[in-house]
């Protein structure tokens, strides 16, 4: 875990959370949250931030073609032909749907990752949320804007508690 010097920790700005909690859509919950644990440092918030994203940012979600589909096409049409049209047809999910369904995945499962690590969700502005976090779509963030984001939500789950209500894990 890497340690960081409370000069270092006081060069990060602590994002802007202030916003009336009762104007965000239930509906926009899933999608711009913070998270906090009480009585958690720094240096453990960013670790567990950083495992969690890496966690996350490693899944693929491809929909479309399944197991099965492509068992029935090597059957039919021999190894090479089902091989080549699950690719061909996984790339082209993937090109329509991928994007949105990398970006849930990696909500979802950073989500999970947090909660079981003890944090509570909180719910976020959109326009707040965006100033200190990503989404990755078809391609992953420059890493220092992927760092400096990652420092600013460490701040966040590790500074004073949110006043607003918990959102369910």
């Not at 010097?5 to 602590?14: G, Q, S, V």
């Not at 589909?69 to 690719?87: D, E, F, N, P, W």
């Not at 999970?112 to 990503?134: I, P, S, T, V």
Request: charged fraction near 25%; include cysteine; hydrophobic fraction near 35%.
């Amino acid at each position: 875990m890497r340690q960081f010097t409370e000069a270092e920790i006081a060069d990060i700005a602590m994002p802007d959370l202030a916003f009336d909690p009762g104007e965000i859509n239930p509906k926009d919950h899933e999608k711009y949250f913070i998270f906090h644990r009480p009585e958690t440092s720094f240096n453990q918030a960013y670790a567990d931030i950083t495992e969690c994203d890496a966690l996350g940012s490693g899944i693929n979600v491809y929909r479309g073609v399944d197991s099965g589909a492509i068992a029935s096409a090597m059957t039919q049409y021999g190894v090479l032909a089902g091989g080549i049209g699950g690719a061909i047809g996984g790339m082209m999910a993937d090109a329509i749907f991928g994007s949105a369904e990398r970006r849930k995945a990696r909500r979802i499962n950073v989500r999970n990752c947090m909660y079981y690590k003890g944090y509570d969700r909180y719910a976020l502005e959109k326009d707040l949320w965006q100033e200190f976090h990503f989404e990755e779509g078809f391609g992953r963030k420059e890493e220092s804007k992927r760092n400096a984001a990652l420092l600013q939500q460490a701040r966040v789950a590790s500074g004073p508690k949110p006043t607003w209500e918990v959102l369910e894990p």
